[in-house]
């Protein structure tokens, strides 16, 4: 059930990423920052998936780097690096604000705020590591993209999406793994590949759909 409910997700994410695209690039620019949001929300839960135990967000990681190459792809370098200073505004926004949401003390009526303790009160080296790494890789990636695209001359759209995102994923796993998570489990490498391998997954069927759904031309 939950490989149905991945591959359902990772088209869900792939479709409102082509729809922000042909919409604006500015509802692009949003997208990409609530992937971000949603990607540091989920995190927390682990799922079963293809006998492994990744967490629930690594497709908002890839479908935010996708967004990121498309709005490069289309509207170039200047509103790519807008978004990736929109995305850490957006990530320490989110970061402050739901711990300024745990400080009220609820009411006696009150049923839900062990649930909000329990989702927002993340560890704050997690919260930094993960703002720090998506500002960094973010960073990465615009200027990896922007070679590759000169390189090819605007070419081989599918093969320069597939090669960045492989290649960021991989850097991205493993910067947050050893910035957030070193210390605390005990195999940090089993963790790399299990997020790794589902990324690469998300990758392998997101991409060919953006590649066959996007514009033909510059928006």
């Known amino acids: 059930m939950n490989e149905l409910l991945f591959f359902a997700h990772i088209g869900i994410i792939t479709l409102f990423t082509i729809v922000a695209l042909k919409i604006s690039k500015e509802t692009l620019v949003t ?3 609530i ?3 949603l990607a540091n929300l989920f995190v927390l839960k ?3 998936l293809f006998g492994l135990q990744p967490t629930a967000s690594d497709a908002f990681s890839v479908g935010a780097i996708l967004g990121l ?6 509207f170039g370098e200047k509103i790519t690096k807008k978004a990736i200073w929109t995305c850490f505004f957006a990530l320490v926004l989110y970061a402050v604000v739901s711990h300024i949401h745990l400080l ?10 062990g649930h909000y ?3 927002l009160k993340s560890m704050p080296r997690i919260a930094i590591a993960s703002i720090l790494v998506t500002l960094l890789v973010q960073h990465i990636d615009r200027i990896f993209y922007g070679f590759l695209k000169q390189k ?3 070419k081989y759209f ?3 999406n597939l090669l960045s995102l492989f290649i960021i994923q991989l850097i991205d796993t493993i910067l947050f793994t050893f910035a957030g998570l070193w210390g605390i489990v005990n195999n940090l490498w089993d963790i790399i590949l299990v997020s790794f391998i589902v990324k690469l997954v998300t990758i392998l069927v997101s991409v060919p759909m953006v590649a066959i759904f996007k514009p033909k031309t510059r928006i």
């Open 104 to 113: 009220y003390i609820p009411s006696v009526c009150d049923i839900s705020a």
């Open 35 to 37: 992937y971000c949001i």
């Open 69 to 74: 190459n498309l709005l490069q792809e289309y």
């Open 31 to 33: 997208t990409v920052g």
């Open 46 to 48: 682990q799922i079963k």
């Open 158 to 160: 599918l093969a320069r």
């Open 117 to 119: 303790n329990f989702i």
């Open 152 to 154: 090819f001359h605007n």
